[in-house]
């Protein structure tokens, strides 16, 4: 039996850093608004489509991203609380004779 977590702590936090870090990057990303006047009507509606599918593109990577690091952090929390569990059940069969 190992003295670790199966799941390091240490990489699920440079995990979870990673996922904020690329949320952050997301919240940055802009559309320029659809207020140009491009000379001509088609363009200027594709565009308009354009940027509304753009921030609903990003809203949804920032909520997975959010969400994400939010399972990350419960992931490591669930994986250490079995790994106790279990090296208990472990230590405690270990002393009932066969």
């Known amino acids: 039996m190992t003295a670790s977590f199966a799941c390091d702590p240490a990489e699920m936090t440079r995990l979870k ?3 904020d870090t690329l949320r952050g990057t997301v ?3 802009t559309v320029p608004s659809g207020a140009i006047n491009w000379g001509f009507l088609v363009v200027t ?3 308009s ?3 509304s599918d753009g921030n609903r593109r990003r809203r949804t990577m920032h909520d997975w991203c959010e969400h994400m690091s939010e399972l990350i952090e419960q992931t490591s929390r669930d994986a250490q609380a079995a790994d106790s569990h279990w090296a208990s059940v472990i230590k405690k069969d270990r002393r009932t004779s066969l």
Do not use: A, N, V
């Open 45 to 47: 509606s594709g565009y």
């Open 17 to 19: 850093g990673r996922h």
């Open 27 to 29: 919240d940055e990303i």
């Open 49 to 51: 489509k354009l940027e």
